[in-house]
Structures are given as C-alpha cells and as structure tokens.
C-alpha cells in the first residue's frame, strides 16, 4: 500500500515529505528521507575510487523552479539548444520559446527535484573551487571535467540496482527537432522506490491549477499545451 501524497508536496509547494535538515546536513540540501541510506552507499562507493561525491541539487521549491523558469522566459538565463550552445534570446516565441526551455529545465510544479528523491550529482574532488558547474553533457563526456566520475558511476548504478538508483532522463533527444523531449542528463538521479510514488500521484489537472494561479511567464502557451508538455516532457518511461 502506498502512502498518500498530498498535491502540494507533489508539486513543489510544500516540504513536509523532506527529512529535516539536521538529517540531510552531510549533503548540504533538503532531501526525502528515504534517499538518505542509499545515497550514503553510493558517496561510500565513489569515495573508495577516489571520487567525491556532491549534491549540487536536492529539493527544489515550486517557486525555486518557477525562478528559473522566468529568468530563462526573459532571457536573465540562457536558454540552450540540444547541442548545448545558446539560443539567442528573441529568437524564439510562445510554444517554440516553451519547448526549448523544457528540454533542460523541468515546468514549475512538474520537477523531480519537487520530491526530494532526485538529485543532481558531481563529483568535486575534480573540480576547483572557483569552477562554474553547468551540469552539461560536455562535463561528463571525453575531455569533460565529470569524464572519469561518470564512466565510473554508469556501470556502477548497472552493478547495484539493488540500491535505487536510477537515471531518469536518459531519452536521446529527437534529430529532426520536431518533437524532442527532455535532453539525457546523466547527472540526475532518482531514487526509484520513493520517486515511483510520487509519479503515480502526478495530478496534471492540479497542476493546471497552479500555473494558473502562479506568476509564470509564458503561462497561456503553457496552458494549451499541458497534456502534450505531459506526454513529452513530464512522464518518463521505465
Ligand atoms: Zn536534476
């Protein structure tokens, strides 16, 4: 039997499903509880190989999101093509502008990291301090700062599925452009067990209700096109 969520915790607008503080401090954010063990076993595990295992991001607010959201709307952030360069802010509108911004960042009220079971993970023993994360594909491919951490971490997560972890976005995005979806990010975590229960409760009409109250941008293009932003960019498969 699963536990019964409440809508504002799904969404972002709550954190009473996160453990307090005091027992996520080794990681330095807000996180669900039950994450807590097993990303404990897999900082073990990183720190035999030498690596050191961050959370970059934990638990992130609806407003936190909705944050992002707007300065990448208004071009405050760059908002960045499949190839990872950056799209010239004015160069796309409406739904084209809405469709880019969702291939890399989650709609308000509809991120994992609303549920405190996924996370975004580097490694820091090989970066600097002053080094400027981007959480890109160039920092975990050959040459990328992440390379050697995450040729690591791959067959390690493949080796212990026992643990929880997996890879949620791992989706190639579509070549012809047409109807992409979420980038890969490698980076992004989720502990399955918990995670799974929060997917099951998603209420896209709730969180219809949200955008429509909130002070996003872009909110009527976001509106028309809900059960597709769903079906392309909310719901992952596996
Ligand atoms: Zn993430």
């Not at 992130?60 to 360069?85: H, P, Y």
């Amino acid at each position: 039997m699963s536990t019964i969520l409440a809508n504002a915790c799904i969404s972002g607008q709550s954190d009473s499903h996160l453990a307090p503080l005091s027992e996520c401090e080794t990681f330095g954010c807000r996180l669900h509880p039950n994450i807590i063990e097993p990303l404990k076993i897999l900082a073990d595990a990183a720190k035999k190989q030498g690596f050191k295992l961050k959370v970059f991001s934990g638990f992130r607010s609806f407003n936190a999101q909705m944050s992002i959201w707007n300065a990448k709307s208004c071009g405050k952030r760059a908002v960045l093509s499949a190839d990872e360069t950056v799209i010239p802010h004015g160069s796309l509108q409406g739904w084209d502008l809405v469709q880019a911004i969702l291939r890399w960042s989650a709609l308000p009220g509809a991120s994992r990291h609303h549920w405190g079971t996924d996370i975004d993970i580097i490694d820091a023993q090989a970066i600097n301090s002053d080094y400027n994360v981007q959480l890109t594909q160039k920092e975990t491919q050959e040459g990328g700062v992440f390379e050697e951490f995450h040729r690591w971490l791959t067959p390690w997560l493949e080796d212990n599925p026992d643990v929880g972890f997996v890879r949620p976005y791992q989706t190639p995005t579509n070549a012809d452009d047409n109807a992409f979806g979420i980038a890969p990010e490698p980076w992004h975590l989720s502990y399955a067990p918990a995670a799974k229960i929060f997917e099951e409760q998603f209420d896209l009409d709730f969180l219809a209700q949200i955008i429509a109250g909130s002070d996003i941008l872009l909110k009527n293009e976001i509106l028309e096109n809900l059960p597709e932003i769903y079906n392309r960019f909310i719901r992952v498969s596996g």
